[in-house]
Every structure is written in C-alpha cells, then in structure tokens.
C-alpha cells in the first residue's frame, strides 16, 4: 500500500523558469493538502484541494502560485517564475476525507532549490 | 490568531535518559493537537493527536502527550530515549473548521530538534 508519493524529490531552477511539483495521494484518498517549510521553519499551510476542487487557498501566495487536482492523475503544485525565495521543501499529505481522523499522511517533499 | 510555540528549537540528551518537548498553543475553542516527528530528508510522520477526553495520549514509538487547558499546553514526553529518536519534532494545532470539515489546515511550530547523546 503506497503511501503519498511526490516527485521529484529534489529540483533545481534558475529564476524565471517554472517549477511544476507532483503529489499522488495515499490509495483510497481524495483530500490533499500543500504544505511549504521554509529553512528553520515549520510547515505552513498552502492549499487545500479535492478532486478538481480546490476547497481552501487562504496559504497561496497571491501571484505565481497555483495548484489542481485534476479528476484523474496527480496534484500538481505549479510556481512560475520562480525567485531564490521560493527555495524551501514543499510537501504533499493526504487524507480521505470521510470519518475524518485528523490524520495526515505526509509526503517526502519536493525540495525546490532557485539559483 | 492562532499559533504555536515550540520553545526549545534544539536539545540534546543522553540515550536511555528521560525527554520532554515543550508545546504551548494559542487557540479560542477546543484544539485538537498533534505531534509529527520528521527523520532528516524524510516527510513527516504522526506520533500521536489529541481531539477530546483522555487527557494523557499515547501514541507510537513509546512516545505520549499531555493536554493540559489550563497551561494551554501539550507536551510530548518519552520515559526512555533512543538513538533512533533523534530527529525533529513538530507540534500542531487544528486550525478553525478542523473538525468534521475534512480540512487540513493544521498549524505547525518550528519545531524542536533532538539529538541524542551515545
């Protein structure tokens, strides 16, 4: 049984070009979650999407960033754009939503580093 | 706003010796509380969450918890540590809505680092 799976687990870009992060959540679940941490940071919330949905956007930066979730394949995180300030580990979590638990089942990250 | 304090950002202790993280939150209802450990590169993993009842929580690892209203706080303790016990160590609150809503908003501290001394 696969857990969530995010790739790629680490990229490089130059400023300017577009960052475009995976995340496949757990099987069964339809709720993700974008989380960013920042270096010495803890995790701030992102956004908050169900399937081609996006439900709560409240931790989005206003410009560059957005998120799917497409009805079918993963959720995709897209930066465009990118600035040496976006440099952080972004990680993915799932959960299914039904009965909810509170449980989050996180991701590895993608760690996203701007030259 | 809410938030949460993890006052300690690292400490270290010896192995087979007692440990305690300091979680203190700031939230206008009921919280519902969580601890997630994070192995150095890896995601993060739940140790144990606190919705209501039983104020004392066990979870896995041999690590529990202590939800105490009146000190708004929720510290993690373990009897005995393990050199496999050093990592970094996030407390998180529920944020508005949590509950029922399915949301994931949760919000994290910055976390405390253990090391463990051989």
């Known amino acids: 049984n696969a857990g969530v799976m995010q790739n790629p687990r680490h990229l490089v870009r130059r400023r300017g070009q577009e960052a475009r992060l995976r995340c496949s959540p757990m099987?069964?679940?339809?709720?993700v979650y974008w989380y960013r941490q920042l270096p010495e940071e803890g995790l701030k919330f992102m956004v908050y999407?169900?399937?081609?949905?996006?439900?709560?956007e409240s931790g989005m930066p206003k410009e560059r960033f957005s998120a799917e979730f497409p009805k079918e394949g993963p959720s995709i995180l897209r930066i465009q754009q990118v600035v040496r300030g976006d440099s952080a580990a972004y990680f993915c979590?799932?959960?299914?939503?039904?009965?909810?638990?509170?449980?989050?089942?996180f991701g590895e990250g993608s760690r996203l580093t701007v030259l | 706003a809410q938030s949460v304090t993890q006052p300690d950002i690292h400490i270290t202790v010896s192995e087979g010796a007692s440990l305690e993280l300091r979680c203190n939150y700031s939230?206008?209802?009921?919280?519902?509380l969580f601890w997630y450990v994070q192995s150095p590169g890896q995601g993060l993993q739940l140790l144990l969450k606190?919705?209501?009842?039983?104020?004392l929580v066990q979870g896995i690892k041999g690590f529990e918890a202590e939800f105490k209203r009146s000190q708004s706080s929720f510290n993690l303790r373990k009897p005995s540590v393990h050199w496999s016990d050093a990592a970094e160590y996030f407390c998180?609150?529920?944020?508005?809505?949590?509950?029922?809503?399915?949301?994931?908003?949760?919000?994290f501290g910055k976390g405390t680092k253990l090391s463990v001394k051989p």
């Open positions: 979590a799932s959960s299914s939503g039904q009965g909810n638990t509170g449980e989050l089942f």
């Open positions: 099987k069964g679940h339809s709720h």
């Open positions: 999407l169900q399937k081609e949905n996006i439900i709560d």
């Open positions: 939230y206008g209802a009921t919280p519902y």
């Open positions: 606190y919705f209501s009842g039983d104020t």
């Open positions: 998180a609150v529920g944020a508005p809505g949590w509950y029922g809503g399915s949301q994931g908003n949760l919000i």
